[in-house]
């Protein structure tokens, strides 16, 4: 026999080597971990790891048995001297045979009643019997998730939240490629496949913060495509809905904070939707989800909109960059100075024009970067007394200016460059010969009124949103300012 110190030198190292890795490895598993399926907090979760567990121990009975079996074998029959003579040959045995074609046949039997019971529990949909069912969409973007409620039309991203004990039923979807969507402690995982809904329940017993993980290789920023799942009371969840359609309120003149929103709306409010606190705003911002990705796929190469998340009320979130990072003042000026310092691969430094420098940096001085930053940190659900739309006028004056920075100019520039829709120079001039038998107020008014109605040639429909909300008075103030433009 060979002892350890006569083993060749490659093959200890070999050992030493793997030995602490596969330590290190397997107390990845241990039940407090984040990431563990032996931790459980729901139901689905625990029968998964109970089925798990006894599975387990019926694989460790049978190693046990046909290893000791072959060991034992191989000892008591080993060749004891340098004789040539063959042991004694056989063939077939009826009772050996029959024995181990039955048992392994009991084993699949009582595998296969637990393994059934909890597919037809788990892929059934969610149960009525536990609970009022919460509806959720969740939504596989590269590489971040979505969060749609459709019964109470909050949508949110990267960060879930839902009540505890209640069944919560998940309609999965993917706008790319395939992604799956996978929360440990809580429930197992399933894949979001593109054009393909696939459903999933869960249900959380105990309130806390668990993670969630893209489970599925989906393009180089996979392994940092997490989410968090918030479980709440069921009176915290009613309150985080209520929040959600509360506005924020608006930063005091002059400050940090109400620079960063200007700079906000002129760069990044063509693809982040900050309010959709709103009624009609849920609705809204879907439709301009999916035009933000018409407007990428159709080219793919320079487009300069993309899918991304909704950042209402982002002050209340605990993570950065799907739930890489903790979110604080420093980490933010971090991302929105260069995001792939942070999550390589992001489309937001692919394509949003602030990044269009030399080495990828923002375009931005630092103090601005700070604004912004402040500013998305003070998002939070207001006192309620804000008027829910972005820029409207609550009697007095309006201010054009103000209202075309705030809600145009992330999409239209003044000059001649497009944005994400045309450069307005000259729309003055033009305006009244655009459509025939429209002047050019109402060419401009219907513009505002009816995105839609005329599009120019070269540009995505659906993409802007209607801008009625506004009021009359804005819309008459924001027609006679583009008339200005010659
Ligand atoms: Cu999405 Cu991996």
Redesign the pocket.
């Given at each position: 026999m060979h002892r350890v110190s006569k083993l060749p030198v490659s093959l200890r190292t070999a050992l030493l080597l793997i030995v602490p890795v596969a330590v290190g490895l397997l107390a990845a598993c241990t039940p407090d971990n984040n990431q563990s399926t032996f931790g459980t907090a729901g139901p689905v979760a625990s029968d998964q790891a109970d089925l798990f567990i006894f599975i387990f121990w019926i694989a460790v009975v049978v190693f046990i048995l046909v290893e000791g079996a072959v060991i034992y074998a191989s000892i008591r029959y080993r060749r004891r001297s340098k004789s040539d003579k063959l042991p004694y040959q056989t063939h077939g045995n009826d009772k050996l045979e029959i024995t181990w074609t039955i048992i392994p046949v009991l084993i699949l039997i009582a595998i296969a009643i637990p393994t059934l019971t909890d597919i037809w529990e788990q892929q059934n949909g969610a149960p009525t019997d536990r609970g009022e069912v919460l509806s959720v969409e969740a939504i596989?973007h590269?590489?971040w998730f979505e969060f749609r409620y459709p019964d109470h039309e909050v949508i949110t991203a990267n960060e879930l939240h839902i009540p505890v004990n209640r069944p919560v039923g998940f309609k999965l979807e993917s706008q790319d490629?395939?992604?799956?969507f996978w929360v440990p402690k809580i429930a197992g995982k399933v894949d979001?496949v593109p054009l393909n809904d696939n459903y999933l329940w869960m249900m959380a017993d105990e309130v806390g913060e668990y993670y969630g993980q893209?489970?599925?290789?989906?393009?180089i920023?996979?392994?940092h495509?997490r989410f968090r799942v918030i479980v709440h009371t069921e009176e915290d969840f009613n309150a985080w809905v209520a929040g959600m359609h509360t506005a924020s309120d608006p930063p005091a003149a002059g400050s940090a904070e109400a620079s960063g929103k200007t700079l906000f709306a002129g760069n990044c409010s063509s693809c982040h939707t900050t309010n959709s606190t709103a009624p009609g705003s849920y609705a809204q911002e879907i439709s301009s989800q999916q035009a933000r990705w018409n407007g990428w796929v159709s080219d793919i190469e320079n487009s300069g909109i993309v899918s991304a998340p909704n950042l209402t009320h982002f002050g209340t979130r605990s993570t950065l960059a799907s739930g890489i990072k903790d979110l604080n003042q420093e980490s933010l000026v971090e991302w929105i100075t260069d995001p792939s310092s942070i999550k390589i691969g992001t489309r937001m430094q692919d394509h949003a024009a602030i990044y269009k420098t030399a080495d990828g940096k923002a375009k931005l001085t630092a103090d601005e970067i700070s604004d912004i930053a402040k500013y998305l940190l003070s998002l939070k659900p207001g006192s309620g007394t804000t008027d829910q739309t972005m820029g409207a006028s609550i009697g007095g004056d309006v201010d054009a200016v103000e209202l075309f920075t705030t809600n145009c100019a992330a999409c239209h520039s003044t000059g001649d460059d497009k944005i994400v829709g045309p450069g307005l120079a000259g729309i003055g001039d033009q305006a009244g010969n655009r459509v025939d038998g429209l002047s050019a107020d109402e060419y401009l008014e219907q513009s505002l009124r009816e995105p839609d109605a005329y599009i120019v040639d070269g540009f995505t429909p659906g993409l802007m949103p209607n801008w009625e909300k506004l009021g009359d008075d804005s819309i008459d103030a924001l027609v006679t300012y583009l008339k200005t433009m010659k």
């Open positions: 596989g590269q590489w490629v395939i992604h799956s979001m893209c489970a599925e290789f989906c393009g920023a996979h392994a495509m």
